[in-house]
């Protein structure tokens, strides 16, 4: 059933974005603008104040969102590099721990990998009698206890140190010559029957479908101390070189 009456977009989109090389990526935005447009050039000559003709050159289309939730594949389709599962090494960092007043020792909730602890004005001992600047590490009931001086008593220290993380953990890994990709893109939003979003019904859905869009390069954190960060992304139009000659295409289907 069609839909060719007036409505009203109150929504932020969300996208459907299907690259050459990777499954499906579904973009929830907070925000987002498509906007079409194009260049000319202008015409001039004789005694006229106004361009003698203004002769198109090409059109444009982009597409800016503001992805409302984190996820690992936005930032692999703007990279363009390499997600993968398996085992890998990550940083433990930042969380403060005292030296027993007794036994000398700092307990680590993880086991460290071998050679990976860091301490500031610290360095590793070679014996399980460290000296007021050097700790030992060993491993007790499958975790990591450092072993201090006495004379480190009580004082708070902040070890920075690596783990060994499950084999399938994703990981992302972008080399030197990794660049994102084109990709068909399908942005989709809800028409409302009134401004306003509490008291109307939807009247239909409208979905713009782009054929060939360069994911832009730019993948953007931003945010502020205990709130949402957003995360952006940017897309412009490519030529299909399809048979047809179609750029894109606006689809709208009535709710019934």
Same mark, same amino acid.
């Given at each position: +059933?069609?839909?060719?009456?007036?409505?009203?977009?109150?929504?932020?989109?969300?996208?459907?974005?299907?690259?050459?090389?990777?499954?499906?990526? #579904?973009?929830?935005?907070? $925000?987002? $603008?498509?906007?079409?447009?194009?260049?000319?050039?202008?015409?001039?000559?004789?005694?006229?104040?106004?361009?003698?003709?203004?002769? *198109? &050159?090409?059109?444009? #289309?982009?597409?800016?969102?503001?992805?409302?939730?984190? *996820?690992?594949?936005?930032?692999? @389709?703007?990279?363009?590099?390499?997600?993968?599962?398996?085992?890998?090494? /990550?940083?433990?960092?930042?969380?403060? %721990?005292?030296?027993?007043?007794?036994?000398?020792?700092?307990?680590?909730?993880?086991?460290? #990998?071998?050679?990976?602890?860091?301490?500031?004005?610290?360095?590793?001992?070679? &014996?399980?009698?460290?000296?007021?600047?050097?700790?030992?590490?060993?491993?007790?009931?499958?975790?990591?206890?450092?072993?201090?001086?006495?004379? !480190?008593?009580?004082?708070?220290?902040?070890?920075? /140190?690596?783990?060994?993380?499950?084999?399938?953990?994703?990981?992302?890994?972008?080399?030197?010559?990794?660049?994102?990709?084109?990709?068909?893109?399908?942005?989709?939003?809800?028409? /409302?029957? *009134?401004? *306003?979003? &509490?008291?109307?019904? =939807?009247?239909?859905?409208?979905?713009?479908? !782009?054929?060939? +869009?360069?994911? +832009?390069?730019? %993948?953007?954190?931003?945010?502020? %101390?205990?709130?949402?960060?957003?995360?952006?992304?940017?897309?412009?139009?490519?030529?299909?070189?399809?048979?047809?000659?179609? +750029?894109?295409?606006? @689809? =709208?289907?009535?709710?019934?």
């Amino acid at each position: +059933m069609s839909f060719n009456g007036k409505g009203f977009i109150i929504d932020a989109p969300k996208a459907l974005i299907r690259t050459a090389s990777r499954n499906l990526h #579904i973009a929830t935005a907070s $925000q987002g $603008q498509v906007q079409i447009g194009g260049d000319s050039i202008e015409i001039n000559g004789g005694w006229s104040f106004y361009n003698l003709a203004r002769i *198109d &050159t090409k059109k444009t #289309i982009a597409i800016n969102f503001t992805n409302a939730q984190w *996820d690992l594949d936005h930032l692999a @389709i703007t990279s363009g590099g390499n997600l993968t599962s398996g085992a890998s090494e /990550y940083y433990y960092f930042g969380t403060p %721990y005292v030296v027993d007043p007794v036994l000398y020792t700092i307990t680590l909730p993880n086991l460290a #990998i071998a050679g990976s602890i860091e301490i500031n004005g610290y360095t590793v001992a070679g &014996t399980a009698t460290p000296t007021a600047t050097q700790f030992y590490p060993h491993t007790v009931g499958g975790v990591t206890e450092l072993v201090f001086n006495s004379t !480190v008593a009580g004082a708070k220290l902040y070890p920075a /140190y690596k783990v060994v993380t499950p084999v399938d953990t994703s990981i992302l890994q972008v080399s030197t010559t990794d660049f994102s990709e084109a990709s068909s893109v399908c942005v989709q939003f809800p028409i /409302y029957s *009134d401004a *306003d979003a &509490t008291n109307s019904t =939807i009247e239909a859905y409208a979905q713009l479908i !782009v054929y060939k +869009m360069k994911v +832009m390069p730019t %993948y953007e954190f931003s945010g502020s %101390y205990k709130a949402a960060s957003s995360f952006k992304l940017d897309l412009q139009g490519l030529d299909p070189r399809r048979t047809d000659g179609n +750029m894109w295409e606006f @689809i =709208i289907n009535k709710v019934v």
